[in-house]
């Protein structure tokens, strides 16, 4: 059967307008990961439990996927596009009459059900619209809509907060997402074959050949995700200003890391660059950990960009390639899930480390420093995993390349 949404090129329609429609809703995505850190910590909570309601997001995230993988790959994207984005325009309303912690863990939840289902789903229709032998490049310059996100959303969020508070900010947030609600409408994509009727299968939800780059993206993102929900707070701590501007050197290095590993990858193979990815991403921990000026934040923002920048989307390249396009849904929502277990684990266990360090010495900073060395060892354990099973998924990829040709 012939796929409409299948072109020669990179930049086509369908693939222009999921990708700002990916780009509004990491926008709102990631000042959260930088405004409810921050919010709770104001109402007096401690670390841990700053961590778990930080969490929460990842938590119900992780538990929409036995319906969200079936679902992508059996319901029209685009009406699943529409109701999923429609649930995070209803959260940050919820946000922005939250006072107290039980209704933000309640709008956490909400966030985390609508994104849980768009993010996987923008993937899938994004790598439906791209040329196998760009796959990789195409997912590279997809997910720069988290760069532009990562750059502007924090600093724009603190400097909103900062000036009309936090509710006005969510309600402002909510409008936004609304946009990206309204383009969702217009999306259009053909009805699945329905070969049998919905049903939750676990091959549907977790596909078995992609555990491995699942499990490594878990472990990358438990480090990630200390940076990402912490380094505000660890920064004002320093007497930092400006700390958000780590969150821009980020981005505008992932311009340069992300199409780079991208080319790297489509001509040389996905697994050329993930390895020296991993390596580079640990030692931003060592930085972050003895920086006490905002160059030396800078600089780990950069190597963090051509760490985990690089590792992530190749590794997200890599699961469409293991995959034929039938089975993508269930593919991008095998490696989010991974990407929610680190979600949700990472803030925990830092939160935990900080809060326990903390009570044992009496220096909250130390806390921060000790938990950013001790991120090292997901990182460590996920380089690990990928170079004992690097054969074994470079094999696999061979064998399903050589089956789509023999296809087409």
């Known amino acids: 059967m012939i796929n409409k949404d299948k072109t020669d090129r990179i930049w086509n329609p369908k693939f222009t307008r999921i990708a700002v429609i990916a780009v509004i809703f990491n926008i709102s995505h990631f000042m959260m990961n930088t405004l409810i850190p921050k919010y709770v910590d104001s109402l007096g909570a401690t670390a841990a439990i700053v961590g778990v309601v930080s969490s929460m997001f990842a938590i119900m995230s992780l538990s929409i996927r036995p319906v969200s993988g079936p679902a992508t790959d059996y319901y029209r994207k685009n009406r699943l596009m529409s109701i999923s984005l429609g649930l995070v325009v209803l959260s940050f309303i919820g946000y922005g009459l939250s006072d107290n912690l039980t209704l933000i863990i309640i709008s956490r939840l909400i966030h985390g059900m609508g994104i849980g289902v768009a993010a996987p789903l923008s993937m ?15 997912l590279g310059i997809f997910t720069l809509g988290q760069a532009i996100a990562t750059a502007i959303a924090p600093s724009i969020g603190l400097a909103l907060s900062g000036s009309i508070g936090y509710s006005a900010t969510f309600f402002i947030v909510a409008g936004f997402i609304f946009i990206g609600f309204i383009l969702a409408l217009q999306l259009k994509s053909s009805a699945p074959p329905k070969k049998s009727k919905f049903r939750i299968q676990l091959k549907r939800v977790i596909v078995p050949d ?48 992300r199409p780079l590993s991208g080319r790297i990858a489509d001509r040389y193979g996905v697994d050329k660059a993930i390895v020296p990815g991993l390596l580079i991403f640990g030692v931003s921990f060592l930085l972050i950990s003895m920086a006490k000026g905002i160059y030396m934040f800078l600089i780990a923002g950069v190597i963090s960009a051509f760490g985990y920048g690089i590792c992530i989307p190749l590794l997200m390249a890599m699961s469409m390639q293991l995959v034929p396009r039938s089975k993508r849904g269930a593919a991008s929502n095998t490696i989010y899930t991974g990407l929610d277990v680190g979600y949700i684990s990472g803030p925990i266990l830092a939160g935990f480390v900080i809060t326990g360090i903390k009570s044992y010495t009496g220096n909250e900073i130390t806390g921060y420093e000790i938990m950013y060395m001790t991120m090292l ?32």
């Not at 707070?233 to 821009?248: D, P």
């Not at 996920?382 to 040709?405: D, G, P, S």
């Open 377 to 408: 060892l997901p990182i460590f354990t996920a380089l690990v995993i990928y170079l004992f099973n690097m054969k074994k998924l470079k094999k696999k990829l061979e064998i399903v390349k050589n089956e789509q040709a023999q296809a087409a």
């Open 124 to 138: 899938a229709m994004a790598s439906s619209t791209l040329p196998e032998d760009k796959l990789a490049s195409g």
């Open 210 to 257: 992609l555990v491995i780059p699942a499990t490594v993206a878990a472990f990358t993102t438990i480090g990630f995700a200390s940076i990402s929900f912490f380094i505000i707070i660890y920064g004002g701590l320093r007497g930092i200003s400006g700390i958000g501007l780590y969150f821009t050197a980020y981005a505008i290095a992932l311009l340069v890391s």
